[in-house]
């Protein structure tokens, strides 16, 4: 985990790590949905200036305001400008690209800097993602972005709403109530999880729309806050995304 205000959105851009334009007539879909995924059909190849993409593409993927765009400079007028010396990494930097003034520049995440260098988290950074230093000469602004209202209100609804499912789970069964006292093994709760998947499919599968869909989402929230009760008795271990996409089938 990273500790800083925009850390998870330096995770999201260190999964995508390695990332590269293809050679040839043929284009990486890897790279061609960060322009696909904020708007941007109409690219078709993957030479494409795709720094400010890369970035937007992180943004909106890890929660953060972001915006529809392929401008780097852009990234002037979105979050609030901060000293570099106030910079944390993740915070996103917008550097000279040419000379002074020129309508293009280059974005990306910051690593971190020293007194000749600003090391960057970005895309097409020698056509790939990486980490690349450039001259603090370049140096434009740091800029710091909050996260996207409408994305953290809806994942705040749903952490709320598998919470007052714990909270009737532990009304409900507890060491007054039942001998296990609430308590089960790996084992046994992903076997109470596949009995209420089993129920929702059933009712996917006999009953008619839109009744069944709205029936089978309160399944759903028993099944999550099944599982968030199996990792609070038994452990929740992190998921690493520094290598997604070397594990994009587990």
């Known amino acids: 985990m990273i500790h800083t205000p925009m850390g998870h959105a330096m995770q999201v851009a260190m999964s995508q790590y390695g990332i590269s334009e293809w050679t040839g007539i043929e284009h990486n879909p890897e790279v061609m949905k ?24 992180v943004l909106k993927v890890s929660g953060f305001a972001w915006q529809s765009t392929l401008n780097a400079k852009s990234f002037l007028d ?36 020293d007194e000749n260098a600003i090391y960057l988290l970005g895309g097409n950074q020698g056509n790939q993602v990486n980490v690349t230093g450039y001259s603090r000469q370049k140096f434009i602004s740091a800029q710091r972005v909050e996260p996207d209202p409408f994305f953290t209100d ?27 006292g609430g308590k089960h093994s790996v084992t046994e709760w992903l076997v ?14 006999r009953d008619p729309d839109p ?40």
């Open 154 to 180: 809806r994942r705040a609804q749903v952490y709320e709403a598998i919470n007052s499912e714990r909270t009737y789970q532990d009304m409900r069964w507890n060491e007054e109530t039942t001998e296990t």
């Open 192 to 205: 109470y999880a596949r009995d209420y998947i089993e129920e929702a499919l059933h009712f996917l599968s």
């Open 78 to 113: 979105l979050g609030t400008a901060i000293p570099l010396e106030q910079a944390q990494s993740g915070d996103i930097i917008v550097l000279e690209r040419g000379k002074p003034g020129d309508p293009y520049g280059h974005v990306g995440f910051l690593s971190h800097y």
């Open 211 to 250: 009744q069944a869909t709205r029936k089978a989402k309160h399944w759903v929230r028993k099944i999550a806050a099944i599982c968030v009760a199996c990792m609070e008795q038994n452990g929740a271990p992190m998921r690493d995304i520094s290598d997604v996409n070397k594990t994009k089938s587990t």
């Open 34 to 57: 960060y322009y696909h995924d904020i708007g941007h059909d109409w690219v078709r190849d993957d030479e494409t200036a795709w720094c400010a993409a890369f970035a937007n593409w």
